[in-house]
């Protein structure tokens, strides 16, 4: 127990015991995930699942300090594995080259003790607060833009982030468009990494929590939302998978915009849908898709005025 003597004097022997048998699911493997990973393997935690498909990037460096030069366009996942092991062999790190959507968070979150969302997405946050939700799992989720950024402690029997966040702005910041500094990553990480381990030493403390931090001002913020309201999970998530051959389907990406193509859908743009546009028949569901899900929830909003049917959301990617 000597890797350990310095932590369990201050948690106890039962909760390191606890973190031994614990089963963590980290869904991203960029930014936030370092200070995590470092932490929750260094912490003992028995078994942590890291999901992420993207590879290794020249502009990563500055903020994902779990990766070097050398390690560009390698899986993201496997030079983690390999680092993970190297920092304590006693605990058992599942890398899985994936990208997470409502088709497999069922499968990838099953039997985790608690999730963590690292995946600077909006579309995989609200993913994984609705199965969390519904599950009764913790949630764990971080998010940081430029100098600012938030951690929260969702789901697990009480709110999750439609409680907080039920509605999205005109615009959401992203570190490709906005930038963002690597010690805000890191604060917000740290404190993902030590809520997380209070939830799995038993300490639940940290849900129903939101705590916000300010880099410029270096300044912290925050509130509880323990009684907050729960609205319906709508709109929600699909996989495309999941479309049928009588759904409406809006392609709300420009024509020449990358990603999977979209077969037999319509295009559009979202101001088409306000103060009455295109919409299905009352026999059909609208399915609308975009690159990061964000122009598909504007455009739900939208058609949500005029049209009372039900409307999924689908988060293409590049």
């Known amino acids: 127990m000597t890797r350990y003597a310095r932590q369990i004097a201050v948690?106890?022997?039962?909760?390191?015991?606890r973190f031994g048998q614990?089963?963590?699911?980290?869904?991203?493997?960029?930014?936030?995930?370092?200070?995590?990973?470092?932490?929750?393997?260094?912490?003992?935690?028995?078994?942590?699942?890291?999901?992420?498909?993207?590879?290794?990037?020249?502009?990563?460096?500055?903020?994902?300090?779990?990766?070097r030069v050398a390690d560009i366009a390698q899986p993201k996942v496997q030079v983690i594995a390999q680092a993970m092991a190297a920092l304590n062999p006693d605990v058992t790190l599942q890398p899985i080259a994936a990208r997470l959507d409502p088709a497999n968070v069922d499968s990838l979150a099953r039997d985790m003790d608690l999730v963590l969302d690292c995946a600077d997405s909006f579309?995989?946050?609200?993913?994984?607060?609705?199965?969390?939700h519904k599950s009764g799992q913790p949630l764990i989720s971080g998010s940081v833009v430029g100098t600012n950024g938030y951690v929260g402690g969702f789901c697990g029997g009480g709110p999750g982030l439609r409680a907080v966040f039920p509605d999205l702005p005109d615009q959401l910041g992203s570190c490709d468009t906005d930038g963002v500094l690597g010690p805000s990553v890191g604060v917000i990480g740290s404190l993902q990494a030590e809520m997380a381990l209070?939830?799995?030493?038993?300490?639940?403390?940290?849900?129903?929590?939101?705590?916000?931090?300010?880099?410029?001002?270096?300044?912290?913020?925050?509130?509880?939302?323990?009684?907050a309201v729960e609205p319906p999970a709508t709109p929600a998530f699909i996989a495309t998978a999941d479309i049928t051959d009588g759904d409406f389907v809006v392609d709300l990406r420009a024509v020449d915009e990358a990603g999977p193509a979209l077969p037999d859908a319509c295009r559009h743009v979202v101001t088409d849908f306000a103060p009455?546009?295109?919409?299905?028949?009352?026999?059909q569901r609208a399915v609308l898709a975009c690159r990061s899900g964000l122009r598909a929830w504007q455009a739900a909003t939208r058609l949500s005025q005029y049209w009372p049917g039900e409307i999924k959301l689908i988060a293409l990617g590049d």
């Open 11 to 17: 948690i106890g022997s039962a909760a390191q015991a």
């Open 22 to 67: 614990a089963s963590v699911l980290v869904v991203g493997a960029g930014g936030l995930a370092a200070p995590v990973l470092q932490y929750l393997v260094g912490a003992g935690v028995g078994h942590v699942r890291v999901v992420d498909a993207d590879h290794v990037s020249l502009s990563n460096l500055h903020r994902q300090t779990l990766f």
């Open 123 to 132: 579309a995989a946050s609200y993913i994984l607060s609705d199965h969390c």
């Open 198 to 227: 209070s939830v799995l030493a038993g300490d639940r403390t940290g849900l129903g929590q939101l705590v916000t931090y300010d880099a410029r001002a270096l300044r912290f913020g925050g509130f509880r939302f323990d009684m």
């Open 276 to 283: 009455v546009g295109p919409h299905p028949k009352d026999t």
